[in-house]
């Protein structure tokens, strides 16, 4: 069954370009999966219009068979690219709005991977490393009980000890019911945790999909291998 469908959509921020062109796309329940492509191919637009903070101009989104909207909000947790809290908040008091506001977050979840990557509850945001406040933003999102999560980016600008520990929390933290969805173009850093993947170019185009294990059998290399190989010789025609 499949947790999210797109169908024709289309999102243009300005006349005559569209930064997503009539995309159609199926994504499964219980998979982690990889939107992999480079900067300002239309990832991030395509998890904000299935976040629900954009609007498309044409086509439709279904999030478990429901179009975008409070429905579905309530079953999708989403790491937005950057960190948008308050500088001046302590974690705890992050942990307690989310809390307050997400009726399926798990307060004692988030205590316990705070703990289990040091990080001090009661210090203020502000005072953090971007790669702690980073770890502090996603342990909050993956405390969420959500049915689809939307991960936008969560490995980029941040140091690669810090990449390891954001990935192991994905991989041992959710609802293996769940689908979560990861964007990013560092494709070498997240594809030993993705079951599927989809190659993405500009203007939102699908280049290439399948399973992770199955497509670097099949091509023996890499995804990051062979997403070059793909991308490059989609700008040949």
Request: hydrophobic share 40%; net charge negative.
């Amino acid at each position: 069954m499949s947790v999210l469908e797109c169908r024709n959509l289309t999102k243009a921020y300005k006349r005559g370009w569209n930064v997503l062109d009539n995309l159609n796309l199926s994504i499964p329940e219980g998979k982690i999966i990889g939107l992999l492509g480079p900067n300002g191919c239309g990832k991030s637009t395509l998890i904000k219009l299935i976040a629900g903070l954009l609007v498309p101009n044409k086509g439709e989104i279904l999030v478990d068979g429901k179009p975008v909207g409070e429905e579905t909000k309530a079953i999708v947790s989403y790491l937005p690219e950057r960190t948008y809290f308050n500088s001046s908040m302590k974690v705890s008091e992050l942990i307690s709005y989310f809390a307050e506001f997400y009726a399926d977050f798990d307060k004692d979840k988030a205590y316990r991977l705070m703990s289990d990557l040091d990080i001090d509850t009661n210090a203020k945001l502000k005072t953090l490393s971007k790669g702690t406040k980073e770890k502090v933003q996603l342990i909050l999102v993956m405390s969420r009980q959500a049915k689809l999560y939307l991960l936008d980016e969560p490995i980029a600008g941040v140091d690669p000890a810090a990449r390891e520990y954001i990935l192991s929390t994905i991989v041992g933290n959710y609802n293996p019911e769940a689908t979560i969805i990861i964007t990013t173009h560092l494709i070498a850093d997240v594809e030993q945790v993705l079951d599927d993947f989809m190659f993405i170019s500009y203007g939102g185009k699908i280049l290439k999909s399948g399973n992770a294990e199955e497509a670097r059998i099949e091509n023996n290399c890499s995804l990051d291998e062979l997403f070059r190989e793909v991308f490059r010789c989609s700008q040949n025609f």
